[in-house]
């Protein structure tokens, strides 16, 4: 049996933080042959669905006390091929934010293979449908105090009612672009004008919590089970804690609280087909649910010395929730 993963071109991953390659690699160990493409390699004919792809097999990375040890090449590709897409048992839709264009036309091609039989993760109507900060406002009781507008006198009202706020803008990833201000401060209008876009573009604003010093936690679910979790911490001077912006993970364990987010999380994800996500909390409360690209998998395996890909992979080829 083969698997095809759909990711960014595979020259610019890194093996030891990509959770994409500790993926590959775990179903690589499962005896099933990997193949990889980039969203704009899939394809259809009429109605037959077909990808141009390369088969890839990976040499062993592991993780050790201060890092990883990773072979020089860690990977060899195959000739390039054109495959159809009924060929692959699953398919990994795995191509990093932002969801643009051309994301939304690869996912309504992978929706024809998937009419034909085959296994996407995730499912692509739901990766179309859940905006990874919009999708959370389905559990709004869950989160701190939020709002999304466009317009400057309901955020201006919101911002008032709180001590700071935290600005987002809805296509974010990894913590670009997300401000920490307050209403009193100078130029707060103007600021608001540039990341609406002159009342344009809508924003999430929250109210800031003061906990997220100590951490934000990332949890990964597969088939809406914690598998594992990294509480990710901020830098000095900074309150992003994302990792792509500097932020630094740390062992964690889940708290009676987090689980019981999860619980509610759990039975709605599975109904959508939404099989591996990444959910951040912050203090008790539900931040982002990540869905097109989860990550934290390396940091888990490497902090908590757990082969974490490998219970994801086995979890959701062989415990199927939809």
């Known amino acids: 049996m083969a698997q095809l993963f759909v990711i960014d071109p595979i020259q610019h991953l890194n093996p030891t933080k990509d959770s994409s390659v500790a993926l590959m690699q775990a179903v690589q160990k499962l005896g099933e042959q990997v193949w990889i ?57 795995r191509k990093d934010p932002p969801v643009d264009e051309l994301y939304i036309y690869a996912t ?42 466009n317009r400057l006198e309901p955020i201006l009202a919101f911002a008032n009612d709180c001590d700071e706020v935290v600005l987002k803008p809805l296509g974010g990833k990894g913590g670009q672009g997300v401000v920490r201000s307050h209403s009193k401060a100078p130029g707060f209008r103007a600021l608001l004008e540039l990341v609406t876009q002159q009342q344009q573009v809508p924003i999430m604003i929250q109210a800031f919590l003061p906990a997220v010093t100590l951490g934000d936690k990332r949890i990964i679910l597969a088939n809406g089970t914690p598998l ?15 990792l792509a912006v500097g932020g630094y993970p740390e062992s964690t364990t889940l708290t009676e609280e987090e689980r019981i987010i999860c619980n509610k999380l759990s039975p709605i994800l599975q109904s959508e087909g939404l099989a ?44 199927k929730a939809y």
């Open 228 to 242: 594992g979790a990294i509480n990710r911490k901020p830098i000095q001077g900074e309150f992003r804690s994302n």
């Open 37 to 93: 493409c980039t969203q704009g390699d899939i394809m259809t004919h009429g109605q037959e669905p077909i990808v141009c792809s390369h088969p890839i097999t990976f040499e062993w990375i592991q993780p050790l006390s201060e890092g990883w040890q990773v072979a020089n090449p860690w990977y060899r590709i195959g000739e390039i091929r054109l495959v159809p897409l009924t060929d692959f048992s699953c398919v990994w839709m």
């Open 108 to 149: 309504h091609l992978l929706e024809l293979g998937e009419r034909k039989g085959v296994r996407i993760i995730n499912k692509p109507v739901s990766l179309r449908s859940w905006n990874e900060k919009l999708g959370a406002l389905r559990f709004s009781e869950l989160m701190a105090p939020t709002l999304v507008a």
């Open 276 to 319: 591996f996500v990444g959910i951040d909390v912050i203090d008790g409360y539900l931040s982002e649910i990540n869905v097109t690209s989860p990550t934290g998998v390396r940091e888990v395996e490497r902090i908590d010395g757990v082969q974490l890909s490998d219970q994801i992979v086995k979890k959701l080829l062989y415990d």
